[in-house]
Structure formats: C-alpha cells, structure tokens
C-alpha cells in the first residue's frame, strides 16, 4: 500500500499540546525513505531560553528492556539458554517458583511483582530516596520476593520491572561480562550508536542532553530537576541514555533483522494483547500499536523520573518515531506525546 508521508504539522501539534499540559519541551524525530525529519518544542531545561535538541540526549526509561530482550534474545540464539528453561535452572533459588521460565520474563507473564510499586508510591520523595541509590541487582530482586506473585506463571500479561531486573542477571550470568559491555559490544557498537550509552552507576548524562522535570504529586508545587540520577533502581529495565537519531536507528534495525537471527525476531513478534483495547499488544520486550491506519508499529515506550519517551519502528523497519517529552507523573502529557505516532505513521487526515 501507498505509505502516507509524515503529517508534521500533526506531530508539532501533539508536542505543542504536550508542552501546553506541563512538559518544558518535547521533540520529535521521524526517520523514513525520504531521510530524517525533526520537530522541537519548547525548553530543554525549564526558564533556560535553550531550545529541546534532537541531538541531545535523555534518559530512555523502559526502552532499555528491548536492548536488554535484544542480548538475551542473542545469547538464546547462540544456545546459551532456552526461552522455555526455567529460571531456577540458570540461576538457581532467586526465585521463589520453578515455573517462572525465560520467557515469562521478557512477556511480562511471570507475576513477580514490581517493587518499583512501593518504591514511587510518593513521587518526590520516593525518588529523592533512591535517585543516588546504588543497588546490587539482587536486592532489587529481593524487594520482589518479598510478595507473593500477582498472577499463576503464564496465566496473563502482568508488567513489572522485577522481570527486566532478573533478565539483566541472566546476561551478566551467562556471559561473564558486566550488563554495560553486553549493551556495548552487542547493540551499541554494532549499530554505531554513538549517543547511546548505560552509564550506570553515574548520575550524568554524558555529552549534551536534555534536563528532566519531575511533576509533584500536589498540584501546582514546582517541577523538580531529575536530569541526575544513578537510575539504579531499574539497570536493565531502565537505565539506558539515547538520542531520537538513535532511538531510530535502533528500532529499524531491529524489525528490519539486523540485530537478531529470524527465529528469535519472530519469537520476539509473539504478541499478546495488554488491555482490553484489541489495539495494545506485548512480545518479548517488545511493544506493538496498532494505529487507525492499519499501521501497527513496534518498539516501547519509557518512563523515568523527568522523562517520557515513545521508540517505535514499522514492522520492516523502514519508518521510525522517536518522541520524548522533558517531564514525568504527568498523564496527559505521556497521551499527548502518544498522539505524535499516529500523525508520524498514518499522515494527515485523508481528505
Ligand atoms: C511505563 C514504562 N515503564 C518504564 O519506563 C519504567 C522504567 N518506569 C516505571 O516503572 C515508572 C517508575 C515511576 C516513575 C514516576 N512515577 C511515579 O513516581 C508515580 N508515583 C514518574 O512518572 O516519573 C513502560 O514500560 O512503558
């Protein structure tokens, strides 16, 4: 089918509107046949004057989990561990159920709860509490543990950080190698993401990038400048830093095969619905929105304090959205940001 340029008016639009809701700024960047198209709104860093960047970069929050899926994808690729292994055969008495396989993990279907839960049950202060925290990945594990699961293994879809966590022990177990020279030599290197990079334990984001804003949870008290943070409260389900340029390049070499053999592309592409929408499905560390347009497009979306970012790629990998907004704990701004995917892959409004 004919494939609908980019509606760039309707992508300033829905920055604009996320600005309008509370975010100091937000951008855009579309990466397609005809090259790379970009939008900015706004402040990179609130009151500076500076305008947002689309070569500057920020904390990508959950899109870390697909380069975490990627390694681990790679590794079952390579016959170092199975998608239906138990968990306890790798790394034995983590867990608290033999059931729990590989694959529950990276489909969000283990029922680990997600400890962030309690963690960020108070925005500022939870934060405030953690964002110079260093944690072993264990612990964050531990926290998990610490409830009962909140489904039956392979019941149902039940999102948690906890099964990200245990995914980056995997890697770090199975290859020897500390998660950031996996992220590296694997996904980084090989694409030649040069604004990418997980820096944890450091709470700077090196090079230029955008500031984060956090939104209180009592309307009207000021943002609170989250730009620094070890972000070790989340490590493989959060913590990485990118740029829109890369966030592109990532996801259209992901759907376009670049990055994992087909058998382990197509395990990836195994989706499941999230909600009872029909349009909002998840594989292994992998989203899929399908959009009004018959378009359905893959990648993930990531929250951290300060930043809201959608990462997502057509099922060939030719067209690409990176969208980030410099705010967090703010709804509307998260569903104005959402509403750049539409106008980026379905195009203006057929006449
Ligand atoms: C949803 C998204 N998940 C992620 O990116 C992960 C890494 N983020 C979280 O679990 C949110 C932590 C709290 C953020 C804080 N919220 C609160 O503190 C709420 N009390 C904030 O909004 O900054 C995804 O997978 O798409």
């Known amino acids: ?22 975010a ?43 380069f975490s899926a990627v390694v681990l994808l790679q590794l079952v690729g390579e016959g170092l561990v199975g998608l239906d292994d138990p968990v306890e ?18 489909s969000h279907r283990s029922g680990l709860y997600d400890y962030s ?27 998990s543990t610490a409830q009962p699961l909140t489904v039956e293994p392979g019941a149902a879809y039940a999102y948690s950080n906890t099964n990200f966590v245990v ?12 998660l950031a020279e996996n992220y590296q030599e694997r996904v980084i290197g090989p694409l030649g993401l040069t604004e990418t990079a997980y820096v944890h334990p450091e709470t700077t984001i090196p090079g230029a990038h955008i500031d984060g804003h956090l939104t209180p949870d009592e309307p009207g008290e000021p943002l609170v400048d989250s730009t620094e943070q070890t972000v070790s409260w989340a490590q493989s389900a959060g913590a990485m830093i ?11 070499a992901l759907l376009g095969g670049e990055l994992l ?39 993930h979306t990531g929250t951290v304090q300060g930043y809201y970012t959608y990462a997502f790629s057509t099922e060939d990998g030719a067209r690409s959205l990176a969208a980030t907004a410099n705010t967090s ?23």
């Open 1 to 22: 089918p004919q494939v609908p340029a980019p509606d760039l008016a309707g992508v300033r639009a829905a920055l604009t509107e996320a600005t309008g809701l509370g």
């Open 24 to 66: 100091p700024g937000a951008m855009a960047r579309f990466d397609g046949p005809d090259g790379a198209l970009s939008e900015v709104v706004g402040e990179r860093e609130a009151g500076s004057g500076e305008p947002m960047d689309t070569e500057a970069r920020f904390r990508v929050g959950s899109v870390t989990k697909s």
């Open 89 to 106: 055969a790798h790394l034995p008495g983590l867990l608290p159920d033999d059931r729990i396989t590989v694959r529950h993990l990276l």
């Open 117 to 143: 839960n309690d963690m960020f049950a108070q925005t500022v202060p939870g934060f405030e509490a953690v964002r110079d925290a260093v944690y072993p990945l264990e612990e964050l594990v531990a926290l």
């Open 167 to 178: 995914v980056g022990l995997l890697v770090e177990h199975l290859t020897g190698l500390p």
């Open 242 to 252: 990118s740029s829109p340029a890369d966030l592109n390049r990532f996801t259209s």
């Open 261 to 299: 053999a087909p058998e382990q592309l197509d395990a990836m592409l195994e989706m499941a619905p999230t909600d009872d929408t029909g349009t909002r499905h998840y594989g292994l560390g992998l989203r899929r929105y399908d959009l009004s347009c018959e378009v359905s497009v893959y990648g």
């Open 329 to 351: 704990n703010n709804g509307v701004v998260n569903t104005a940001l959402g509403d750049t995917l539409e106008a980026a892959f379905c195009g203006a409004e057929s006449v």
